[in-house]
């Protein structure tokens, strides 16, 4: 399923999206496929599955820590491909990692295994849309999302040449800084999502990790909630892992649903 089908089909049903990112191969690549299952299972509507990469510039401690351990467990790209493959999944892919990555595999190649494996879309912290033109290109022709970054500092000028190349939903930083979760979400967070002027989804990540959370990002305007590091610590923890993803996924979820 696109992405542009999937947030079609939850806003005709008054929905927002919860996009769930955890890290492949954390803590081991055999635990993947059951943590996606339990993500879906009890809410998520498109999963945001990272591919490790030794130096995850745009990634807090919690998810700096959870690529380590995918990379300790033996998670690579082929690897990384052939899991997303073997996924029984009926919701969108998005693969979040960076272009050295990309560029190492082979911008071709990297795309069409995207197509293979089933990935819908990319997300790629480390590459400016300025720089991205090579990228963009193979993804249009293989029907792939190229999904770019807003932050509450992007000049007015620069969200539109960014809206400009991107498709499937824009990625607004919630705030400056890296992942992690938060206790707050400021003020700033509604102003970004208000000047990002566009038809194509709103999705905001960075510090989102609970139902309270959610909830006023959805009421500043966001057609889609990004909760990443809230999912890893509960993975680091080993501790009752799927039934505490389930409900966690369960209830942000809940406040997705606006009846």
Sequence with gaps: ??????????????????LAYVCAGDPDIDST??????????GADIIELGLPFSD?????????????????????PDRYFEL???LDVQIPLVCMTYYNLIYKRGIERFVKDCVSSGIGGLIIPDLPAEESN????????????????????T??????????KTSGFVYIVSRLGVTG?????????????????????KAVGFGISNAEQ??????????????????????????????????????IKAVCRRD
């Design 1 to 18: 399923m696109r992405l542009a089908e999937k947030f079609n089909e939850l806003k005709n049903r008054n929905e927002t999206a919860l």
């Design 33 to 42: 496929p059951r943590i996606v299952e339990s993500l879906i299972r009890s």
């Design 56 to 76: 995850p510039v745009a990634d807090g401690p919690t998810i700096q820590a959870a690529s380590e351990r995918a990379l300790s467990a033996g998670m690579n």
């Design 84 to 86: 997303v493959a073997n």
């Design 134 to 153: 090579d990228l963009a290109n193979c993804c249009s022709q293989e029907g792939v999302d190229l999904i770019f970054l807003v932050a509450p500092v």
């Design 155 to 164: 000049t007015d000028e620069r969200i539109e040449m960014i809206l400009s």
């Design 181 to 201: 979760t938060r206790s707050d979400v400021t003020a700033a967070t509604s102003d970004i999502i208000s000047r990002v002027r566009t038809d194509i989804p």
């Design 214 to 251: 959610a909830a006023k990002i959805i009421d500043a305007g966001a057609d889609g909630v990004i909760v990443g590091s809230a999912f890893v610590d509960i993975i680091a923890s080993g501790d009752n892992v799927e039934k505490r993803l389930e409900d966690l996924t369960t209830e």
